[in-house]
């Protein structure tokens, strides 16, 4: 189901959909190989907003486990999967948000988190506090899904040797 | 999908192969070639390297002390009691196990004696399953002494008089093989810890497994890798200028895949120390040791 984000004023009955309309995560529709080629909001991805959610911690905190060109400028970047620099290269958009939403339909029991998920998921916690969570919300909202695809698009250095 | 599409996918899945081989350092091979051996005060020789227990079936190659993933300056700490920052609550512990408290007016070594000959060798099977059948931690040892047989109240798990008290225990230890036991009355509580292990817990969907089989000796953020060992708690960590308990650590790695970790004392807690400290076997009792 497709969830529409209206703007909602008091009295007022739904707005034409012309907002733009979010994909939850339980309605995502991903191809054999873990690719998903519709976006998940219908606006374009912000780069440097992908950049902040990546290095973040409590957001994407991608920089955890990729070394990437990108965030060269962050210390200590781990090296749990592979460099990210020429990611653009290896993969169409479509399968870079694929990985971004639940890289496990790509990468069989990857110990990368599934970024817009919120299935199977054991005593979930209320972010690092490991107090229970109160509801399950995926750990990224699908506009920084989006965004962080438009920053990955742009790790598109030529592929070391 | 398209065959051109899955062809494509594919083909980037092989170069993504051959580059997470460049880029990833080895999992699961010795952290520290160079590093022979340990002696602590030149006396007391540890065995940071030994041969997985078969019960991993192969799950480690080989177990290594998390000492040995730390660096220089942190590893020498260790090696010298004068220099091992986590030695004064060692000193605080052994006065309260020759001190008299509670209503019976006992103390610890009036029924066990010296605390070195008293304790040699406890640290080492603990955790251990008790007379009426369930597993106790080296805590529920000592507060049910505290409590049923000098009168005294419990220490709280994750206060300072236990950290006290369970160093200077695991101190006597020091330099003889981890070997708890698992079969028997044992296993049930272990197969209990085993499969917590395995379980990708929170929302980062992340188990013990994950990080420190899978993934030991490479580096999240900042942090080496270790096999998550529990040989030398309690740890004295230099982040917190504190000591550390086995369960403290454990509900810290479980709070950080974003869970609802486990209560420390509590029996989940206690079944996954009986399994981690079996991972263990044949390593030596290195606590009270020295980590970032």
Known sequence: MRKLFVLCTAGMVMLPSVLAAETAPGDVVFGDLGAVEESLTGTAGNAEAGLEVATTRSLGNCLACHVAEGWAHMPLPGNIGPALTSVAHRYTEAELRGILINSKHMFEGTVMPSFYNVDDIIRPGDGYTGKAATSVEPLLSAQQIEDLLALLQTFDEPEEE | ?292
């Open chain 2, 1 to 292: 999908m398209t065959l051109r599409a899955k062809m494509a996918a594919g083909l980037a899945m092989a170069t993504a192969l051959v580059f997470a081989g460049s880029a990833q350092a080895e999992p699961n091979i010795d952290p520290n070639p160079d590093v022979t051996e340990l002696v602590i005060n030149g006396e007391i020789p540890i065995t940071i390297r030994a041969p997985a227990p078969d019960h991993l079936d192969g799950a480690l190659p080989e177990i290594y002390s998390g000492w040995l993933y730390r660096d220089a300056s942190t590893r020498e700490m260790e090696m010298d009691d004068f220099e091992n920052p986590a030695m004064p609550f060692v000193d605080a512990g052994i006065e309260a196990w020759n001190a008299v408290d509670g209503s019976e007016g006992k103390s610890c070594a009036d029924c066990h004696g010296a605390i070195e000959e008293g304790m040699a060798g406890v640290r080492a099977v603990m955790p251990k399953v008790n007379e009426a059948g369930a597993l106790w931690s080296m805590e529920d040892y000592i507060n049910d002494c505290r409590v049923n047989r000098m009168g005294a109240e419990a220490y709280d798990w994750d206060k300072q008089p236990m950290k006290n008290i369970t160093a200077a225990i695991a101190a006597q230890s020091r330099g003889m093989p981890v070997n708890v036991a698992i079969d028997g009355a044992a296993a049930p509580y272990w197969e209990q810890g085993r499969e917590m292990y395995y379980t990708r817990y929170g929302k980062l969907q992340l188990s013990c497994a994950s990080c420190h089989q899978e993934n030991n000796n490479n580096f999240i953020r900042g942090d080496h890798l270790s096999q998550g060992q529990i040989n030398g708690f309690p740890v004295y960590r230099l982040k917190q200028s504190a000591l550390v308990t086995i369960h403290n650590r454990f509900y810290g790695c479980v709070r950080d895949t974003q869970a609802e970790s486990f209560a420390k004392g509590g029996d989940e807690l206690r079944a996954l120390e009986l399994y981690v400290a079996s991972r263990g076997n044949g390593l030596s009792v290195e606590g009270p040791s020295v980590r970032p």
